[in-house]
C-alpha cells in the first residue's frame, strides 16, 4: 500500500496562491496516475485534478481550470498542485490519492482512488 503525505497547505488571502506537494513512499510511483481531491465542512469529496503517470496528461474540474496547475516529479516521488488566484470557495482539506484503475483520473471518480493522504488545510480568507 503507497503510503502519502500531503504538504504545503496554509492561510492565504483572496487572490492569493499556495503550492502543494504530495510525496508517496513508494519506487513504481511513476506507474501510477495521481490525483487530488478536497473537501469543505459539511460538502462531499470533490475531484479537483489529476495527472497522467507521464505527466503529460492532466484533467482539471471546471471550477479550477485556469486557475490550479497539477505537475509531478517522477525522480522525487512527489505530485504538486500550485493553486492561484484562490477565492474563499477554495477553503478545503485538499488530499492526493492514488489512481489504481487507471482511469479515475479522466472521470474523477473518487471511487477509484486509494491510499488517500491525512491531507493538508487549505483556507482562503476574503
Known amino acids: 500500500q503507497v503510503q502519502l503525505v500531503e504538504s504545503g497547505g496554509g492561510l492565504v488571502q483572496a487572490g492569493g496562491s499556495l503550492r502543494l506537494s504530495c510525496t508517496a513512499d513508494?519506487?513504481?510511483?511513476?506507474?501510477?496516475?495521481m490525483g487530488w481531491f478536497r473537501q469543505a465542512p459539511g460538502k462531499e469529496r470533490e475531484f479537483v485534478a489529476g495527472?497522467?503517470?507521464?505527466?503529460?496528461?492532466?484533467y482539471y474540474a471546471d471550477s479550477v481550470k485556469g486557475r490550479f496547475t497539477i505537475s509531478r516529479d517522477n525522480a522525487k516521488n512527489t505530485v504538486y498542485l500550485q493553486m492561484n488566484s484562490l477565492t474563499p470557495e477554495d477553503t478545503a482539506l485538499y488530499y492526493c490519492?492514488?489512481?489504481?484503475?487507471?482511469?479515475?483520473?479522466?472521470?474523477?471518480?473518487?471511487?477509484?482512488?486509494?491510499?488517500w493522504g491525512q491531507g493538508t488545510q487549505v483556507t482562503v480568507s476574503s
Open positions: 490519492a492514488v489512481d489504481y484503475s487507471g482511469q479515475g483520473v479522466a472521470y474523477g471518480r473518487s471511487r477509484d482512488f486509494g491510499s
Open positions: 513508494v519506487r513504481t510511483f511513476s506507474t501510477y496516475n
Open positions: 495527472i497522467h503517470w507521464s505527466g503529460y496528461r492532466t
